[in-house]
Structure formats: structure tokens, C-alpha cells
């Protein structure tokens, strides 16, 4: 069965450290996005990708930055990790602009 | 932009009671999802649901594009319901709009 799968699920980083935390489908999707979930602001979408070579900001890009080389994988990082950026964060894809929404399980990240 | 109201924000329920739970957009949607976010925070697909209704279970839901409104119904509760109800729609632009969800508590 086709899935999206994050890794790593947990990770505990250090201020200041750089992090990446990986998104990979298997549905061959053009439509990659990265939301953070944070207690009172719901879903915030950080960054996004429409095909191979394309990545996009969302409303809370700044201190993350994504790459698309691929279809199947948009790799999300921090390039500094602040104490704000501990949150969980969801990968999604769809197929196309209208189409179902798939969410991976989650990546729970602490820094300290 | 496209506003979504999402109502009641909290629901607490006996075991085996029904309930309804309202999403409302400001403008037309190309797509319309509900998701529920379980206590482990799993965001699970429920309905992809643009127009019309569809059934799953103890579950069904109904949009009416034409009214901006999308209704999901759970039957029969059970503890298992209990989390986070999300309706997700898209902008013309393909931009994703969450509502702000609908915390449920099923009490046994």
C-alpha cells in the first residue's frame, strides 16, 4: 500500500544544532507540504512543494527550509534549532491542487 | 482569505450518544476533508467528502458545496471517537484551509 511515512518520530536537539526531519511518500504525489502543530495555533503550514525543484513558504517559514529533488521526499530543516521550533511536525501530500489529503504520523521534536 | 468555522470547538458525550459536528466555510471550497486526531496524535483520513454524502460505519458525513457547509455525524459513540475533529478544504489557489477543530470526549 501506498503511505508517507516522517522519521524520526521523537528526536531532543540542542539550541542551535541543525536538524532535519524527513518526509517520503510512496503515492507519487506532486503536492508536499510541512505544517507544525503547536497547543492554541492548530495546523501552520511552514513550507510546501508543487513538483520537483519547487518549494514554496508558508505562513512560518522562517529558520526551516525544505528541498525537492525528487518526488517522493521534501527533507525539512532547521538550520539552527531554537527553543520555539520544539513542536510536532506533519508532512502531507496530495496529488493534485483538489485532491485527498494524506498526513504522515507525526515528528515530535524538543529542543532545548 | 477563506474562513472556516468549525462548531461546537468542545463536545463531551456519553458512550453510545449521536452528535453532529458543523464545518463552515466563508467561500466556495474546491475539496472538502474530515480528519480525526486521535489521543496519540494520528491525523486519520475520515472522509474525503467535495459533495454529497458517504457513509462509514458508525460515521457518515454531508457536504452541501453550495452552502459551504459540511456536516459529519457520529453515531453511537464510542471512548475510541474521543480527539481532535479536523475539516480541511481547499482555496481555488490550492491553498489548504484547517478549521480550528472540535475536541470530542466520549465518557464510557
Known amino acids: 500500500d501506498a503511505e508517507i511515512t516522517q522519521s524520526p518520530r521523537h528526536k531532543i536537539t540542542e539550541t542551535g544544532r541543525q536538524v532535519t526531519l524527513a518526509c517520503h511518500q510512496t503515492?507519487?504525489?506532486?503536492?508536499m507540504f510541512w505544517y507544525r502543530q503547536d497547543l492554541g495555533h492548530g495546523l501552520r503550514l511552514i513550507h510546501y512543494?508543487?513538483?520537483?525543484?519547487?518549494?514554496n513558504k508558508g505562513e512560518v517559514s522562517d529558520g526551516y527550509s525544505v528541498s525537492r529533488s525528487n518526488t517522493e521526499d521534501l527533507p525539512l530543516t532547521l538550520e539552527s534549532a531554537a527553543s520555539s521550533q520544539t513542536s510536532v511536525y506533519f508532512c502531507a501530500s496530495t496529488g493534485h491542487v483538489a485532491g485527498e489529503l494524506f498526513f504522515g504520523e507525526g515528528s515530535r521534536l524538543t529542543v532545548l | 482569505g477563506i474562513q472556516v468555522e468549525q462548531s461546537p470547538p468542545d463536545l463531551i458525550l456519553q458512550e453510545g450518544a449521536n452528535s453532529t459536528l458543523r464545518c463552515n466555510f466563508s467561500?466556495?471550497?474546491?475539496?472538502l476533508q474530515w480528519f480525526h486526531q486521535n489521543p496519540w496524535g494520528q491525523l486519520i483520513n475520515l472522509f474525503y467528502i467535495p459533495s454529497g454524502t458517504k457513509q462509514n460505519g458508525r460515521l457518515s458525513a454531508t457536504t452541501v458545496a453550495t452552502e459551504r457547509y459540511s456536516l459529519l455525524y457520529i453515531s453511537s459513540s464510542q471512548t475510541t471517537d474521543s480527539g481532535v475533529y479536523f475539516c480541511v478544504g481547499s482555496s481555488n489557489t490550492g491553498k489548504l484551509i484547517f478549521g480550528q477543530g472540535t475536541t470530542l470526549q466520549v465518557k464510557p
Open positions: 512543494s508543487y513538483g520537483v525543484q519547487d518549494t
Open positions: 503515492w507519487n504525489h506532486n503536492n
Open positions: 467561500d466556495s471550497v474546491n475539496n
